[in-house]
């Protein structure tokens, strides 16, 4: 399940997913709340997508807090019963909402066993993302994921919120991290090369959804203090914002602000809002470096891209973000705190000055990814609870 495949981490995961699980065991459908977005192509053909109308016939339930939410969940057991669908893999807490809904449950015949996933640390992430009746959402889903047959976490971090915010027993719940598969990575990279320019300067890519929690505003601002604060010696930066959303035009302004403050004879940097480009694997590959300013995460997809084309990173400490190194003797990435521009400018003047250390953690990263985000590994892991919880009994909802 996927609300759509517009391109976020979660999305590629599914559609990871979809493309790697075994044909001799599985039968892959795929639901999705809006059938768009350029991931669909990802999609192997022999994985049939599912999306319910545009609009629902209107209905007086619809004035009622979750009265959509209760016509899709329908929609979708219903869904589940003309498949006879053994098992369900509801991946984000919107999908969540949706499954396990009880009217979903009621239209399937059935309360068919659920596979679970969280992205990101639900006690951060569910009130920036949900602006009304978080409170109920809340209990709604933790009601959710305790009828779940397993409930899965992309980090120990993810885990732990999970646990705590939505009272949920640490045995039904465990931490298997995001995958990447680094040679399609590669092939990715290649086929989608960034065009090579002559501006001068280093090449720095971010890449993200622009959202709050993704911390743009924040990597302005430490921008702004590299103004007055960068090496002579160095080249300046030459920064390619890469994707959209709904903070973009404020993120625009924001820039002008600081470029109007600091007079064009003295803007050092440039920043470029280069809007979605998909794969993002050639922008990042054709970067020196790329940077996560964000505020919160679950498991950037995006740095291990990153570790796989071997491109250093900047980033914060942010979620499960911290767990992509064993120790501080290790080191994969340059550290930042998250929503602290001083301490975001101060990690990019690092990163800047020290080409050595770069090389150092690119190795360092690349042993990373390889040992802990094995892609057969993750997969195996994930059809033994997808196996288990199909084999269960069939239960009267």
Known sequence: MASSMRGGGSEWQTALLAKHLDREKFEVHLYLTQAEGDLLWEI????????????????????????????????FGELT?????????????HMTLLAGHPSAEKASGRARPRVSTIVSPPHVALPMVEKRFVALKRRYLAAAYRRSFRVIAVSDAARQSAIDFYGLPASSIQT?????????????AKRGSAPTDDADGLRLAVVGR????????????AIERLMSDWPEEQPPMQIRLIGDGPLRDDLQRQWRDIVLRAGPQDILHHVEFAGVIQPASGEIAASDGM????????????????FALGVPVIATRAGGTVELQSSESEPTCFWADPRAPDSLARA???????????QVRRGWADRWVRQHHDLSDAVARISEQLLLAGSLPPASS
Do not use: C
């Open 291 to 306: 940077i996560l300013p964000s505020h919160f995460e679950g498991m950037p997809n995006v740095v291990l891209e990153a």
């Open 348 to 358: 990019i003047r690092e990163f800047v000055v020290s080409p050595g250390e770069r």
């Open 176 to 188: 298997i991290r995001n995958p990447v598969d680094v040679e399609a990575v590669r092939v990715a």
């Open 210 to 221: 622009m959202t709050e929690e993704k911390g743009h505003a924040t990597l302005l601002q």
């Open 81 to 93: 019963k003309s498949l006879d669908a053994d098992v369900i893999y509801d991946r984000t807490f």
């Open 44 to 75: 192997p053909s022999d994985v049939q997508a599912h999306h319910p109308p545009g609009s629902f016939p209107p209905s007086i339930w619809d004035r009622l807090p979750g009265g959509m939410l209760r016509r899709q969940a329908q929609w």
